[in-house]
């Protein structure tokens, strides 16, 4: 939040901006109520940016010092051709002609885009939109057999760079892991995409296909968490990892009666889903069920752990 404010007086300083700040970081109630039904005036402007002072923990004469300089705007950075696209011609490119028969798609995308630069991702239209959006990609994907995810949909971006809290001491461990997971899921994506085309028969079709959905959609929930941390200081929480974490701490609360017996359903339940898996290569259900089968796999291998098996 600091730092936000900190960049607003030296870049910005204009009370349109300095209102959004207000509402995004003050308490005061009666402040916003204010600001939202009077217009600027010298005096409106010194209360807001005297009340965004004190929540940025500036003193006074650091204060006076950014306000004794000029603003200077920020730069704006290029953007990759890509991304200067419209959402249609991003379809288009990715999803060739079947594309321009999906007009709902297109829609959902440049709303689900304007939401996301409005900062407004928690909203309920936001996810409502955002699952539908996700599943119609997934039903083109399959289709098409595309052979890249439209970019402002997939949110490939330089890692360190759009996310430079990575950096710092007291980032969250959940967030660094999940930065390798996201390098993985989208090495993994391009492999199931290079599988796509060279699969010779419809069971090596499905299983492309499902790992190529899989890996997609897990690459857009870490991208997910890292966004909403960027923007909210602090964590999402919406990523299985923060679930399996919350799990192993429960597991090791377990006396050994109990972990005996969850070794024995764990194993039990393990053999069966990825007999499931193995049968039903086209359940819609199947990323789900691999889902659930690693996170029985790293149950048991800490429950071993907790017994003192299989140690190696």
């Known amino acids: 939040m600091k730092n936000t404010i900190v960049e607003f007086f030296k870049h910005d300083r204009t009370y349109k901006e300095a209102v959004k700040l207000i509402h995004k970081y003050s308490n005061k109630v009666s402040l916003k109520r204010q600001v939202n039904v009077q217009e600027e005036t010298p005096h409106m402007r010194g209360i807001v940016f005297e009340e965004l002072r004190e929540l940025g923990q500036i003193s006074h004469s650091d204060y006076q010092s950014l306000m004794a300089n000029k603003v200077v705007p920020k730069p704006v950075p290029a953007k990759p051709a890509d991304l200067e696209m419209s959402p249609e011609d991003d379809l288009i490119k990715n999803f060739g002609e079947l594309s321009k028969t999906d007009p709902e798609l297109i829609e959902l995308m440049k709303r689900i885009l304007e939401l996301e630069e409005a900062k407004e991702t928690e909203s309920e239209e936001y996810k409502e939109l955002k699952e539908r959006g996700d599943s119609r990609l997934k039903e083109l994907m399959i289709q098409a057999q595309v052979k890249t995810i439209p970019t402002a949909y997939l949110g490939a971006v330089k890692l360190r760079q759009e996310f430079p809290f990575l950096k710092e001491t007291d980032c969250p461990n959940e967030l660094k892991i999940l930065v390798a997971d996201?390098?993985?899921?989208?090495?993994?994506?391009?492999?199931?995409?290079?599988?796509?085309?060279?699969a010779e028969s419809e069971e090596e079709f499905a299983k492309a296909s499902g790992d190529t959905v899989e890996n997609f959609i897990n690459n857009r929930e870490i991208f997910d968490e890292l966004n909403y941390y960027k923007e909210n200081g602090k964590i999402l929480g919406k990523h299985p990892i923060f679930q399996q974490n919350d799990r192993m701490a429960e597991i090791r609360n377990y006396p050994i009666p109990d972990l005996v017996k969850l070794k024995t359903q764990l194993e039990n339940n393990l053999v069966r889903n990825k007999k499931k898996v193995k049968d039903e290569p086209k359940h819609p259900k199947m990323a789900e069920r691999k889902t659930r089968i690693?996170?029985?796999?790293a149950e048991l291998k800490e429950v071993k752990k907790l017994l003192n098996i299989d140690k190696k």
Do not use: C, G, P
């Open 182 to 198: 996201k390098m993985t899921a989208f090495e993994n994506y391009k492999k199931a995409h290079e599988d796509l085309f060279s």
């Open 294 to 297: 690693k996170e029985q796999e």
